[in-house]
Every structure is written in structure tokens, then in C-alpha cells.
């Protein structure tokens, strides 16, 4: 009766079966909503929800044309120039992915994605019949984006028969915060342009860059723009959830860049789309511009306290034996290399029972080995500090 599409179990796993059944308070390092997290919200960014204009509703498929300009506007302060006409709102990166495997594959073809990184876009290829492979971020170089692992897995997937409809790039990458350099880019570019396959740059971290990088790429579809050598297909993901700290508000945005020939072709399909669904409500598009303006003051909240607490973290664990702290490069994750002397799922239900703290396993971001703990940095210092002094504790007895 129901689709092949989903799950065939939607059982949870034994993490969250653990959380459920906890009579006893916990410390949740795994916290990612910044609305409760304790940041100051402007007020101004409710007015913005209220204004006159919202009553009226004129849609247009690619967003309205002000919210789009506000969205050029964002990336301009950010010293990125791009045209309003490549942008395509929506109501989250979520569905932004929806639309572009929509638009890019069929039924059985293959999407590749970073391992390790976030596991969410299995689900989203999944409901679009679509399959996810992995290919490999560089170990030995800080989990960083290998063009040439990139194509090795393409050709593999060629030699079955099989079609990859895009390459995505999570830049910076969550949860290792590694983004691909100019070089690597330009590498993967030529790759993916000889076999036109269209790249997805997930940059929703976009403005939680901690590490200079001179030659690292920060907005994809734009440096596949740039002068008389502009090529491939290239889509930038970005939305308000992380760079204004407002999940609630839900909007995210798609930009398009690369051979003006493509871009030219891809838009009016994406617009059909996206005029399928009509999502993103005219409130938070008539706000837009106020609400990236005063997402800006939050973002800067978030920013002062992932750095802190970064220094928490290192300064308590990285002189445990054993123990890695994975430097500060972006995202709001922290990554911690542990002896593996347990099986990560066994060492977090563990830390859980015995010292009420809740972390997230490696394998949750495809680790390619044991033992990964993932943290969150957003959680409230004072609350921060004591979960990472009872984590310390937990490390030093195993």
C-alpha cells in the first residue's frame, strides 16, 4: 500500500529510544535550534513579519522580485556580486535540494554526497527516487574535498551503468567545517563539466567560517560565474535557518551560476517547479531584507559563542590521552577524536546513563572509522562547561 520511497522501518534508534524513556534531566550536546539557545532576537524582526504589503498575495514562482534583490544584497555586504534573475526562493534548503533533484534527475539515478557530513539528504533523494553514494572526504588532509576521490567514484558508477545526476558539496562541510579550495574547485569543475553533471553547494554555514582560508571557495555557483571561462551547472543553497538564526521563519534560496547557456536552461524548468508548490508565504518575503538585516546580530551571537565555546571544549579535552579536538574551521559542531575501546553506538548510550550528558555518535555522519564524537557549540556556555566537564570525567575513566 505504501510507496518504496520511505523507510521500510521508522523505528527509532537506540539513541533516541534511550532519550525517550529518561525520567532524569540531561545535558543535550547535540542542541541545534538557536531559537532556544538563549540569543537575543531584534524586535525589529517580528515588524518585519507584519507588514502592510504581506496582506497581498501577488506570487511568482522564483520569489518576489524585492525578496530576491534582498537576497543579492546579503551576499553583496559579503563582497559576492550576483544578479537577482539566478535566484530561486524557498521555503527551506530542504526543499530547495527537493527541487533540484527534481530538476536534475530521473528515477534510479545517483546523487553523490560527502561522507562523512550530515545524513539528510538520504531521505530527500529518497523521495525522489533517487539513490545517495558517497564519495570520501581527504582523511589525511583534515577532511578535506578531494576532486579527484570525487571523480574515481563518478567513474566507478560509470562502469556500472550508472547515471549520476549531481555532485553536492557541503561548504563548509557538517559536521568536519572544511571547505573546498580554489584549486580543488576548479579540479572538480572540469570533472563534473566533461560528464555534464551539475554540482549543489550546500553553504547554508556560509557565515560561520572561523579558519582563513585566502583560496577556499565561499559561494560556489558565483566563482563558476566568474569571466569568459564560466561553466557547468552550478547551484549555491542558502537560507535563513543558519544565517540569521531563524529556523522558525523558514526561507531558503537557490542561486544559479556557471555557462550562461545553462543557467539560461535550468531557471524556467526550476521555476516550473517551484511554481508547482507556490511554498515560501508572502510575509516572510515581503520581510526579507529587515529580517537578513536582523539576522545579522544574531548570527554575531552565534559566531562569539561557538568560538567560546571551541576554547571550552579544547582547553578541557585536549590533554586527555587519547582525546582529539578537531580545530575550529566552521559550522556549529565540534568534532572529538576518542579512543576506541567501545563501540561509538555502546559509548554514548554509556555517557548518557552514567553522566546524563547526550553527544551524537560518529557513524550518524558516516565516519569511515571508530570512535567520533560530534557536539554541538551553540548550547549556553554555563551549561556548555559543565557538559564537557562531565564528558571529561566519562573520557578519563574509560
Request: proline share 7%; charged share 20%; aromatic share 8%.
Amino acid at each position: 500500500m505504501f510507496s518504496s520511497r520511505l523507510p521500510a522501518s521508522l523505528s527509532p534508534n537506540r539513541l533516541t529510544e534511550a532519550v525517550s524513556r529518561r525520567s532524569r534531566p540531561f545535558i543535550d550536546l547535540t542542541l541545534s535550534n538557536p531559537t532556544v539557545a538563549g540569543f537575543a532576537y531584534p524586535d525589529r524582526y517580528l515588524d518585519a513579519l507584519a507588514r502592510p504589503e504581506a496582506a497581498l498575495y501577488a506570487p511568482d514562482p522564483r520569489g518576489l522580485l524585492s525578496a530576491r534583490e534582498a537576497v543579492a544584497e546579503s551576499y553583496s555586504r559579503k563582497g559576492i556580486e550576483c544578479p537577482s534573475s539566478r535566484i530561486v526562493l524557498s521555503a527551506s534548503s530542504s526543499e530547495a535540494y527537493s527541487w533540484l533533484f527534481k530538476l536534475l534527475g530521473n528515477p534510479g539515478d545517483a546523487i553523490l554526497v560527502p561522507a562523512p557530513s550530515y545524513p539528510l539528504l538520504d531521505a530527500l533523494a529518497g523521495l525522489e527516487g533517487l539513490t545517495v553514494n558517497r564519495y570520501p572526504l581527504d582523511r589525511s588532509h583534515r577532511w578535506a574535498v578531494s576532486a579527484h576521490l570525487i571523480a574515481e567514484e563518478i567513474g566507478a558508477l560509470a562502469q556500472r551503468g550508472r547515471r549520476v545526476a549531481a555532485v553536492v558539496l557541503v561548504n563548509p562541510n557538517n559536521p568536519t567545517g572544511t571547505s573546498i579550495d580554489a584549486d580543488e574547485f576548479e579540479e572538480l569543475l572540469d570533472a563534473v563539466v566533461d560528464r555534464d553533471i551539475a554540482l549543489i553547494s550546500d553553504e547554508v554555514f556560509l557565515d560561520y567560517r572561523f579558519e582563513s582560508q585566502p583560496r577556499g571557495v565561499r559561494v560556489a555557483a558565483a566563482q563558476a560565474s566568474l569571466g569568459p571561462a564560466a561553466r557547468g551547472l552550478v547551484f549555491s543553497l542558502g537560507g535563513l535557518s543558519k544565517a540569521a538564526g531563524m529556523p522558525q521563519v523558514k526561507a531558503g534560496w537557490i542561486l544559479a551560476g556557471g555557462s550562461p547557456a545553462l543557467v539560461e536552461e535550468a531557471l524556467p524548468r526550476l521555476e516550473w517547479v517551484a511554481d508547482s508548490f507556490l511554498s515560501i508565504g508572502t510575509p516572510v518575503q515581503t520581510g526579507l531584507r529587515e529580517l537578513l538585516l536582523s539576522g545579522d546580530t544574531v548570527a554575531r551571537q552565534i559566531r562569539d559563542r561557538v568560538i567560546a565555546n571551541h576554547e571550552i571544549l579544547e582547553g578541557s579535552l585536549s590533554g586527555l590521552a587519547g582525546v582529539g579536538v578537531a580545530p575550529l574551521t566552521g559550522g556549529w559542531s565540534a568534532c572529538l577524536r576518542v579512543p576506541a575501546v567501545i563501540p561509538e553506538e555502546e559509548l554514548v548510550l554509556s555517557l548518557l546513563e552514567k553522566a546524563d550528558v547526550l553527544v551524537h555518535p560518529g557513524f550518524f555522519f558516516d565516519f569511515p572509522f571508530e570512535a567520533f564524537l560530534v557536539v554541538s557549540l551553540l548550547c549556553p556556555d554555563g551549561e556548555f562547561r559543565e557538559g564537557v566537564e562531565r564528558l571529561e570525567r566519562f573520557l578519563e575513566a574509560l
